[in-house]
Every structure is written in C-alpha cells, then in structure tokens.
C-alpha cells in the first residue's frame, strides 16, 4: 500500500465534504484537529469537527471548485470558489481559501477563509 501524500488527503478532505462523508474527513484528520474558520468559530477535536462537517445552518453538500494548490512543507494551501444552500438565506455563492497544517502525516489544522460572492 502506497503512502498518501499531503495533496492527496487534502484532495480527500474535500471530497469528503463535496458528498458529506464524515468517516472520509475524519480520516484525514488528527485527534486533537483544530478548523479556524477566521471570523466565524474554532472547532477543537475530531468530535466538534465532526459536527461541523454538516452544519445546520445549511443544506446539502456545498459544491467545491478547486482553483489551485500550493504546497510548502508540512502547509498545503488551497483556493477556490464554492456553492452552497443556507437555511436561512438560500443558494449563495463564496470564494474560499484554506489552509492545511500536517502533522504526522495527517491534518492538524485547517484556517479557512471564506468571503461571500455576489
């Protein structure tokens, strides 16, 4: 069996939140994770990120386009644009930036930046 590579649980990841496949997110995570989502919250632990896997403020799975990846050590850092479903609001649409911290070949913390799109 071939070892993963950052890119590759990174690629996981979000594939697991394009089709909300909790046991695929979780996999990719350390124990002691930590998701800023700057501005918004920090979850702390696999069990409170799990939570957040389907918020329920929203609906659906969001659709995720990955623009680019760039990768520097133990850092792999993504951008795009994605689509959604708010409870509240409806469909909305925002740009995203997140960056990935490894750690024993898993992930360790996630800073997400999320900027809604008209």
Known sequence: MTQQTQRDLVADYLEGFRTSDHRRILATLTEDVEWVIHGHRTTRG??????????????????LDVQRVYEDGPVVVTTGEGRGTSVEHGP???????????????????????VPLP
Do not use: M, Q, W
């Open 46 to 63: 696999k069990t409170e990120f799990d939570s957040e896997i389907e918020n329920p403020a929203f609906t659906g799975s969001p659709d």
């Open 92 to 114: 909305f649409r925002f740009a995203f930036n997140d960056l990935f911290t490894f750690r024993d070949g898993l992930i360790a913390r996630v800073d997400s930046y999320v």
